[in-house]
């Protein structure tokens, strides 16, 4: 199965609140290029499809971090599978459109120069990332506060924002800081930057 394909899965298995078959019906149209964009210019996910990968591995990490006894104990951590797969799966949906192919002069492996393709950023809506993320969202269904807040901070203290305000979401809501974990662990682990 490609990650289009299990996303898709995930999302209509797990994801039942009003407009997320709207949503789902966007994303998989003309208008969206969800499942071909990468998930960065050049870092994690610098690839067609990137994007849709990258979706997938935090929502496995927060999956398994959710498992945690201490999530669950001490923390008291405990999401239903909707929420999990929304946040998760949607928390850089304000990634769509957002890449564009542009050609430079690059040398090959021969040392000759030649036209190659690279990512470029055209922000047609410049809100933010987080945020930006939760407004599109909101505009097909209802989020909860803590799944607008975990979409909203889910870069952690590697944003822009005021640390403080991350540090008192963190400390409101618990699935910001999870899914925050989660996306820091796919993002540096398991997809990483490319070798230079």
Known sequence: MGAKEEFIEIYQSKIQRKGADKLLDYLTSE??????????????????????????????????YLTRERTKELYRMDYSEETV????????????????????????DKGVWEKVPYYTIEDTL???????????????????????????????????EDK?????????????FALSVADMEATYYLEGSPKK
């Open 31 to 64: 208008n969206s290029d969800f499942f071909t964009a990468p998930s960065s210019t050049r870092y994690h996910g610098a690839h067609e499809g990137g994007l849709v990968e990258h979706s997938l591995n935090v929502y496995h990490c927060l999956c398994d």
């Open 85 to 108: 797969a929304l946040v998760a799966l949607l928390h850089d949906i304000c990634k769509l459109n957002f890449y564009k192919i542009e050609m430079r002069n690059a040398k090959n």
């Open 126 to 160: 410049p809100y933010g990332h987080g945020e930006k993320s939760v407004y599109i969202i909101s505009s097909y269904m209802r989020l909860s506060r803590e799944e607008a807040f975990a979409i909203r901070y889910h870069m952690g203290f590697s944003g822009v």
């Open 164 to 176: 403080n305000s991350i540090g008192k979401a963190f400390e409101m809501f618990p699935l910001a």
